[in-house]
């Protein structure tokens, strides 16, 4: 682990590894090699200084060839951005040094050392080990997404949000109205996305979706389903929800809206409108969905006219 490969060491600056001898990795070392997953430790300025061998699967490299090098070089060029953004978000969950917080869960593409790209599940989250500062990826191989198995994962979700499609959420939704359960839906509608499109580009639109479906996701109990239903549309349902719709609105407005998105040098502002309904008795899906619907366009209005006003 403390080694770096003939071919790289010339080009690994020691500032970079933020000067950490080949003792100061050992902490590193224990950390990775006792987990159960794939993981790999870089510090706050993106540069690998741990991995275990479980990581060789995924990158399709030995972890000595690893160390040093930047993350983004395991990672599609094309999203860079949106995983700086995520680190920036992460930075702000947990706070100084001394914080702690949430690591984030969200679906990532990895670019492996032959230039194949797969998917897995990621968590991502910050540490402190040996007294420095790192963030901690731990990659799923227990489902991972590759090839042999892409065809469904793109069936089944979202390529930008990794959130599901319309048709598998109506599915879930299908079932549990087919069981008579209890349903809490609602519709959020990201605001003034064609402005962000416009001003900023759309890859801070798309980057302003990932950051809104990630905190969905995060905030979304083991009985909830989160799916992206067109452009800047999402759907939210809650199998035996307690609260009501109107703590529903509350708690979701919260959890997408409570911190700005990072995109450059910007803090992008994120406002949402929300439509929620409780399903009536014997009511059927598209009725409880055209509800949730028809709500949400009435929020937008409302917020357009007090925007105004």
């Not at 300025?45 to 399709?60: F, K, P, Q």
């Not at 790209?117 to 997404?145: F, H, K, Y």
């Amino acid at each position: 682990m403390g080694r770096v490969c003939a071919g790289r060491a010339a080009t690994v600056d020691r500032a970079v590894t933020t000067s950490l001898s080949d003792a100061g990795r050992t902490p590193f070392e224990s950390f990775v090699d006792a987990m159960p997953l794939a993981v790999m430790v870089h510090t706050m300025d993106y540069t690998i200084v741990a991995a275990n061998r479980l990581c060789e699967d995924v990158l399709g490299c030995e972890v000595a060839q690893m160390i040093g090098r930047k993350v983004a070089e395991f990672v599609p060029v094309q999203d860079h951005e949106s995983g700086r953004a995520m680190a920036a978000e992460l930075a702000k969950t947990y706070g100084d040094v001394s914080g702690s917080g949430r690591p984030i869960s969200s679906l990532r593409r990895i670019r492996r050392s032959d230039g194949s790209v797969l998917s897995c599940w990621m968590q991502v989250g910050l540490a402190t080990i040996a007294d420095e500062r790192v963030i901690v990826a731990c990659m799923d191989l227990v489902n991972p997404v590759n090839d042999s198995v892409r065809w469904r994962e793109r069936a089944e979700r979202d390529d930008l949000t990794g959130l599901l499609r319309r048709g598998p959420f109506l599915d879930r939704v299908d079932e549990w109205v087919a069981q008579d359960r209890p349903v809490t839906l609602a519709f959020v509608d990201v605001d003034r996305l064609k402005s962000i499109n416009d001003t900023y580009g759309h890859n801070a639109g798309d980057v302003v979706l990932e950051a809104a479906a990630r905190r969905l996701h995060r905030w979304s109990s083991p009985s909830a389903v989160v799916g992206r239903f067109a452009g800047d549309e999402f759907v939210v349902a809650l199998r035996d929800g307690e609260g009501g719709a109107e703590q529903f609105v509350v708690d979701l407005r919260r959890a997408v809206c409570s911190e700005p998105v990072p995109w450059a040098s910007e803090l992008l502002v994120v406002s949402v409108s929300i439509g929620a309904v409780e399903r009536g008795q014997g009511e059927a899906s598209r009725d409880l969905i055209a509800r949730a619907d028809a709500l949400m366009y009435r929020d937008k209005a409302i917020r357009r006219i007090e925007s105004f006003g």
